[in-house]
């Protein structure tokens, strides 16, 4: 199985995008600008054309925070 992975900034620009391996683990490097930590990135997943979608799994860097919303509205943020 085989997903497009793709990431947007704060500002809504690609910050970058691949396609997942067949198997194992891969790294999706990302450039945090300035005043961009702390805000909402989105996360999208697409198809690949012939491929099934399923069974994929994505992990963040352990050094970020784990939170993961379906939308900036519903952001877990300390006050």
Known sequence: EQ???RVYDP???EAGSAFT???GEMELPLTVGDGQDG???RV???QVEDVTMEDY???MDPDL???WSLG???LVAPE
């Open 3 to 5: 997903v497009r992975v």
């Open 11 to 13: 500002e809504g620009n």
């Open 21 to 23: 391996e067949r198997k």
């Open 39 to 41: 805000a909402a990135w």
């Open 44 to 46: 999208e997943f697409e």
């Open 57 to 59: 799994t994505i992990k």
């Open 65 to 67: 925070p784990a939170y």
């Open 72 to 74: 900036p509205d519903r």
